[in-house]
């Protein structure tokens, strides 16, 4: 008994040493995305430009005798072209700062998520902006 117990020991590590792991390396971890991508900076760019075009219909609107229907941009709004540039380079930059911040925390999807829909909804107040102030 005690012989077949070390011949079974000696045909099972001979069996183990026979095993071969698979020649080909491990797979590089996935890559990190960098921040700014292309589609990054395209909306990026285009939230800049909607951005300042919401600026210039708002500064518009005001002089016509319209409100600033934001009560968080109403205080910078009122005071004129400087306000107005405070305000909007204040909110776009919290924007971009949260997008930034989920991209660094690894929500990518929620960062791409995030920066198309500032860029959806700062286009719906441009067209509002445009279309009350005909």
């Known amino acids: 008994m005690k012989a077949l117990l070390t011949l079974l020991l000696f045909t099972m590590t001979a069996a183990a040493q026979n095993f ?3 020649s080909s390396p491990l797979p590089d971890a996935p890559s990190q995305h960098r921040f700014w991508t292309l589609e990054t900076k395209i909306n990026t760019g285009i939230l800049t430009g909607l ?35 405070a305000g909007s380079a204040l ?6 700062g949260t997008v930034y911040l989920l991209h660094k925390t690894h929500h990518h999807k929620a960062e791409r998520i995030t920066l198309r829909l500032m860029v959806g909804v700062e286009g719906a107040v441009v067209a509002n902006n445009i279309f009350a102030t005909r």
């Open 91 to 96: 909110g776009f930059g919290a924007g971009l």
């Open 51 to 85: 951005v300042a075009t919401d600026a210039f219909t708002t500064q518009r609107g005001l002089d016509q005798g319209y409100r600033e229907a934001n009560p968080i941009m109403r205080p910078f709004v009122t005071r004129g072209i400087g306000g107005q540039a």
């Open 20 to 22: 071969v792991a698979p």
